[in-house]
């Protein structure tokens, strides 16, 4: 499918951005392990979250779906059953990763697999202490990529330095954890976003956090509870770029969740000299939200590396846009796991800016954006990743001239009805 992106001579409405994709992943998966009924609104209804749902119910649990409204049912943590079948996690890497955690403690055998770029994508680095925990793993090329074989069960708590800040991994373990007596910790090099601890949490397990190091009790007895997803602040971020560079627009996104692991692409914004205000923050079911009002702004360019880019690494390509469009030069470094997302992150941005007429250099673990007055209108690739071609749609909405996303159905993973946006707020 292929979509054309008119320029926008202003971006102006109100915008109810659909639930946040980490947030809706973990209420599922946790739901499962909770004795008693989960009951989960304005669940994000993408393809990843999906992927999900089809594997959990494929392992005997009851989750019923009405419009985003999710209902799960289960007996606790004893109540996952083998599979008769693989287990599919299509394109999303959060579903394998932390499923492999919560099969590693699930006392049969199973196998996840996923489609030909999840299949190329790193996971080694889960495998690696699920296997310290006692499950028994196989995968292809050295234990490194899908298919993954687990036969779980009899784990044994472990401590875990990480190697890498992803929260991804940390979650896996922690998910393992639960299955295993004692108790289980992580320590990452720096804090990843943490919407896994504060779930379990809300689901009654005993978590400790000091610094980066975080702990799980092992065995807990969860309690299904009501969830309500916060708007997902990645999906919030490219409507809040085209705002800030499309002139004359004023946005605003209720109900966005501001998890402070998450928004980093916010702060690097404002530093920008973009005009972006939060109002009403509050908090729930553990994770604070905020209503964020973003109007057009002159940006100037910025340095994003180090610590921060954990906390946006998935807003990166959309933060580039804004560099491409902003004055003098931006510099991105310290962002080499870009190279392991849906596509090569830092290999296929650099590639979009430059058919948009943006100076820009690549380097291995990042890039550099020269600023230019005016990008054209571009036919861009979207090689089967989401986020690229929503960065292609909103450079297309501050672009001279027409521009066409191809292969823009990848959007669906994440957010479905991002198109219909645009049209929606975009004044011609």
Known sequence: MNVNI?????????????????????SVMIGALACGETEVKNFLMGEDCLSTIRIIRALGVDVQVENSRVVIRSDGLETLREPGDVLDAGNSGTTM???????????????????????????????????????????????????????GGNLKSINY????????????????????????????????????????????ARVEVDGTKITVWGKPCLTGKKITVPGDISSAMF?????LIVKGSEIVLPNVGINPTRTGALQV??????????????????????????????LKGTEIGGAIIPYLIDEIP???????????????????????????????VVKLLRNFGAGVEEFTDGLVVHGVKKIRGAVCETFGDHRLAMSAAVAGLAADGETVVMGAECVHISYPGFFDTLKKIAVQ
């Open 6 to 26: 008119t320029p926008a001579k202003s971006l102006r409405g109100v915008v109810n951005v659909p639930g946040d994709k980490s947030v809706s992943h973990r």
């Open 97 to 151: 990763r932390l499923m492999s955690g919560i099969l590693a403690g699930s006392p049969f055998y199973s196998v996840i697999t996923g489609d030909d770029s999840l299949r190329s994508r790193p996971m080694g680095r889960v495998i690696r202490p699920l296997v310290a925990m006692g499950a028994e793993i196989m995968a292809r090329n050295n234990n490194l990529l899908a298919p993954i074989s687990i036969k």
């Open 161 to 204: 330095e990480s190697p890498v800040a992803s929260a991804q991994v940390k979650s896996a373990v922690l998910l393992a954890g639960l299955f295993a007596p004692g108790c289980t910790t992580v320590t990452e090099p720096t804090k990843s976003r943490d919407h896994t601890e504060r779930m379990l949490r809300h689901f009654g």
């Open 239 to 243: 409507l809040i770029v085209a705002g």
């Open 269 to 298: 914004l404002k530093a920008m000299g973009g005009d972006i205000t939060i109002n009403n923050p509050r908090e729930v079911n553990g994770e604070p939200i905020g209503d964020i009002t973003v109007r057009s702004s002159k």
């Open 318 to 348: 959309v933060l580039a846009v804004a560099a491409a469009l902003a004055e003098g030069k931006t510099v991105i470094s310290d962002a080499g796991e870009l190279r392991h997302k849906e596509s090569d992150r830092i290999a296929t």
